[in-house]
């Protein structure tokens, strides 16, 4: 049976972090950011990088932001797993969700996700995330596409 376990990272885990957001086809789905921007955010007070293991391997990694929100506001800047449809990033997801309801201060984690990306936004919901609203066309690609984003979040009494 396989074993999906959560840790946080250490420096030496962005360059699998760097491979994880790059991924096939994520582009679509998922920021990416360069080694500078990295060392920069997991350096943040209220960030949280996480890294999801497979029977002990990395498998998947996820970005916590405003962990020190003074409103309980933390936004889950971004998740992605190695080979996704295979299981591990739903029960990753979980330990994520419990990572951040674990620090007393989180009163709603958030997210945004483009409704474009039917995976994830099943996810999300069937995890107890819920919409609130759509970010019409406020996303736009360097070759001018637009899409639109919807913004989801579960509630601390909701994930009790
Ligand atoms: C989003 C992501 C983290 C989810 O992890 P995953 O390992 O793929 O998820 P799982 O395999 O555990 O579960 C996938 C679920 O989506 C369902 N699914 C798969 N493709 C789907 C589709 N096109 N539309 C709707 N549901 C779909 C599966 O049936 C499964 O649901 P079920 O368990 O209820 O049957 C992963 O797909 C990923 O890294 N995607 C690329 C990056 C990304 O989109 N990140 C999120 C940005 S907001």
Not at 19 to 39: K, P, S, Y
Not at 134 to 149: F, H, I, K, N, T
Request: zero cysteines; glycine letters at 10%.
């Amino acid at each position: 049976m396989t074993t999906v376990t959560i840790r946080l990272a250490a420096p030496a885990d962005i360059p699998f972090i760097m491979q994880t957001e790059r991924g096939e086809g994520f582009g679509e789905f998922v920021g990416r950011w360069e080694l500078a921007q990295h060392e920069a955010e997991f350096a943040k007070a209220g960030n949280a990088y996480l890294i999801g293991e497979k029977d002990g391997s990395p498998n998947g990694f996820a970005i916590l932001r405003d962990l020190d929100d003074p409103f309980g506001n933390v936004l889950l800047k971004r998740i992605a797993v190695r080979e996704p449809g295979a299981g591990f990033g739903k029960a990753f997801l979980w330990l994520v969700m419990a990572n951040a309801f674990g620090r007393e201060k989180t009163h709603r984690l958030w997210l945004d996700v483009f409704v474009h990306n039917d995976r994830a936004r099943h996810v999300y919901r069937s995890l107890g995330f819920r919409e609130d609203g759509v970010l019409r066309e406020a996303y736009a690609w360097p070759d001018g596409r637009r899409a639109s984003q919807m913004l989801m979040s579960i509630l601390r009494p909701e994930w009790r």
